[in-house]
T-cell receptor, first 111, second 118 residues
Framework: DAKTTQPPSMDCAEGRAANLPCNHS???????VYWYRQIHSQGPQYIIH???NNETNEMASLIITEDRKSSTLILPHATLRDTAVYYC????????????FGGGTRLMVKP | KAGVTQTPRYLIKTRGQQVTLSCSPI?????VSWYQQTPGQGLQFLFE???????NKGNFPGRFSGRQFSNSRSEMNVSTLELGDSALYLC?????????????????FGSGTRLTVV
């Protein structure tokens, strides 16, 4: 699986959009970008995934650059409950159920 | 629907002992994976079971083992516990199609078992 690079921490004001970047410059054509988050003392929670098109669901939006070397997870209106560690993972769709987690980004949403 | 259930939630063991952790996946999910989370190493994949067979294994010593039952429930065992085995152990389940491929790309994690070895 391709390696990802994320900033270790970010702050965001409550109610504002949180934009979390991820670099995956060695991504291959059949690898998807997945985002998970982990709220303190809980298991990771799936957020969204995509291949090359932008994706949106009830939790977030995923913007993938045209060259697919980076992506951004957008939480449109961050709340205090969005404070968590966010993990960007790149893997093949049918690579088996092994996820390789990096260090993630610790997002702190402040009032 | 019920989520992934892990028991016990907390556990304290002594060095040299062995421990068994349990994971009940979401109903209908046939794949169960185990992860270890420590402050130093982060989240690391242990192994994955599908239809009672281990499909993938991470880079952990043989003291770490697991199994899966016919109802998809899974257990992991750690023998001869070391202080460094203190961690949050997480289980994840996913829906896998007939060809053994994941039709649901979001894996659902349990809340984990926090193991402390003293």
């Amino acid at each position: 699986d391709a390696k990802t690079t994320q900033p270790p921490s970010m702050d965001c004001a409550e109610g504002r959009a949180a934009n979390l970047p991820c670099n995956h410059s060695t991504i291959s054509g059949n690898e998807y970008v997945y985002w998970y988050r982990q709220i303190h003392s809980q298991g990771p929670q799936y957020i969204i995934h995509g291949l090359k098109n932008n994706e949106t669901n009830e939790m977030a939006s995923l913007i993938i650059t045209e060259d697919r070397k980076s992506s951004t997870l957008i939480l449109p209106h961050a709340t205090l409950r969005d404070t968590a560690v966010y993990y960007c993972i790149v893997r093949e769709r049918n690579a088996g159920n092994m996820l390789t987690f990096g260090g993630g980004t610790r997002l702190m949403v402040k009032p | 629907k019920a989520g992934v259930t892990q028991t016990p939630r907390y556990l304290i063991k002594t060095r040299g002992q062995q421990v068994t952790l349990s994971c009940s996946p979401i109903s209908g999910h046939r794949s169960v994976s185990w992860y270890q989370q420590t402050p130093g190493q982060g989240l690391q994949f242990l192994f994955e079971y599908f239809s009672e067979t281990q499909r993938n294994k991470g880079n952990f010593p043989g003291r770490f083992s697991g199994r899966q039952f016919s109802n998809s429930r899974s257990e992991m065992n750690v023998s001869t516990l070391e202080l460094g085995d203190s961690a949050l152990y997480l289980c994840a389940s996913s829906l896998v199609g007939l060809a053994g491929t994941s039709v649901n790309y979001g894996y659902t994690f349990g809340s984990g078992t926090r193991l402390t070895v003293v």
